[in-house]
């Protein structure tokens, strides 16, 4: 087992990796920019060490500093969290080099799936379903307007180095390519380093459902069931939810067969999700791998009672796994709480936080690093909190949520709290009646933090 583990990320989910460490008696090196330096990740952890100023690039993405950070304080492994260098291939393969384990997918894994384009071909070489389109990158616009007019409108364009919603566009008319294709690779290029683009049909009426897989050094994968996340605004999930309301027992057996199926045909080492795009007929497409923990990943937790920072450490230690699929025993829902003004078309309120109340009781959770009198900077993404409830219902869980999400008192900034709380009074939601779409339709009651 590791001695020491340098976490490389910051925010919540550098606190959720401490914790586990902590309870494994395993020591942790924090490394945090500038901003960060007053974050709780660089007061619980054992060591700290600075790797830059505030800038993502001249911090989290310098794999010079990392390593750096890592050999001086003797740490023997890295964990990356999610984001910035997780599914980063070049950052792998330098901490092989350097003798220490990347707690993650192999640098040849994230080749294979972190790439999506690489992905999807793989997957079709396993037998997954694929969404039709582009059979890797595409390399010019002309080439982009041959496979359009095949595939058929509509189609999303979509960054091979993607992530959060980030160098994807929906085209649905011929005329309009030419735009959406140039603002894509701008902004992925801007985001990424990498502007290579690929296409796809664009499923209408469609589920985002991803199963949550691991895999050993052996060879062997398990699934742990599915999560619905399809509530999302521009690409980016505000909440999610295990089990789906849309799922049945004979599409849920489907569907983790296909991904242990893609896992084991990698010979996958670590935690990941295989994530499916379903229509309305509850065809299921495969959309793309994340060789990384998930920001949602606290719901499946919930509802199996597993501990998947714990199984991403011990797998990455050489354990093998039991190869038995698990399925929820209860019901999970997860809120994504963001210093953002729902108001003001999600604009984000860094600041300082004056006044904080975290909600508590029986079936909540709240993962966070903020506390009162914290200050959010603006140099990096804008959640806060995940909000879980659970419950034995998925209408428990809901009325939990409403609860929580009442208590739940953060002043000094704007954030997404009031959203929420009107999603949980949402008909449709409330009814599991919804799709990737559903934000298009949601108007947001600018009266409501008034009531």
């Not at 740490?75 to 599914?87: K, Q, R, T, V, W």
């Not at 108007?443 to 009531?451: G, Q, S, W």
């Amino acid at each position: 087992m590791f001695k020491k583990i340098l976490i490389a990320n910051r925010g919540e989910i550098a606190m959720r990796i401490l914790r586990t460490c902590k309870e494994m008696g395993i020591k942790t090196v924090a490394v945090y920019s500038t901003a960060d330096k007053d974050s709780l990740h660089v007061r619980f952890a054992d060591e700290a060490v600075c790797i830059g100023p505030p800038s993502s690039k001249d911090s989290y993405l310098k794999i010079q500093s990392i390593i750096a950070a890592a050999e001086i304080t003797n740490a023997d492994a890295i964990h990356p969290g999610y984001g910035f260098l997780s599914e980063n291939a070049n950052f792998s393969r330098i901490c092989e080099k350097n003798g220490i384990k990347f707690i993650g997918a192999s640098p040849e894994q994230i080749e294979k799936m972190g790439d999506k384009a690489t992905a999807k071909k793989t997957m079709k070489e396993a037998g997954i379903p694929c969404v039709p389109g582009s059979e890797g990158i595409i390399d010019t616009y002309e080439e982009a307007v041959k496979i359009a007019a095949e595939t058929g409108y509509p189609v999303m364009i979509k960054a091979t180095a993607g992530g959060g919603g980030k160098g994807m566009r929906a085209v649905w008319k011929p005329e309009d390519l030419k735009e959406l294709w140039d603002s894509a690779i701008q902004e992925a290029s801007a985001a990424f380093g990498n502007g290579a683009m690929y296409m796809e049909k664009l499923i209408e009426e469609p589920r985002h459902i991803e199963i949550q897989i691991a895999g050993d050094q052996f060879g062997k994968a398990c699934h742990l069931s599915e999560r619905d996340c399809s509530v999302q605004r521009r690409n980016q999930k505000l909440t999610e939810e295990t089990p789906s309301p849309f799922m049945t027992d004979e599409l849920r057996q489907k569907m983790g067969d296909a991904a242990v199926k893609a896992a084991e045909y990698i010979a996958y080492e670590g935690v990941g999700t295989i994530e499916f795009l379903v229509d309305k007929h509850r065809n299921f497409y495969f959309m793309e791998m994340n060789t990384r923990i998930q920001v949602e990943h606290p719901i499946t937790e919930q509802v199996i009672e597993y501990d998947l920072i714990r199984e991403q450490i011990l797998l990455a230690s050489g354990t093998a796994i039991t190869g038995v699929n698990h399925f929820p025993r209860m019901h999970s829902i997860e809120c994504r709480i963001n210093a953002e003004d729902p108001f003001n078309d999600f604009r984000p309120s860094p600041g300082k936080i004056t006044e904080l109340n975290i909600p508590g009781g029986h079936g909540i959770r709240v993962d966070t690093h903020v506390y009162s009198g914290y200050t959010i900077p603006s140099n990096y993404d804008s959640m806060i909190a995940k909000l879980i409830t659970t419950a034995q219902t998925r209408d428990e869980a809901i009325a939990k949520m409403r609860r929580a999400l009442d208590e739940f008192y953060i002043e000094g900034i704007k954030t997404t709290i009031p959203f929420h709380q009107q999603l949980m009074q949402n008909e449709d939601y409330l009814a599991g009646n919804y799709t990737t779409k559903f934000m298009e339709d949601f108007v947001i009651d600018k009266n409501f933090e008034n009531n």
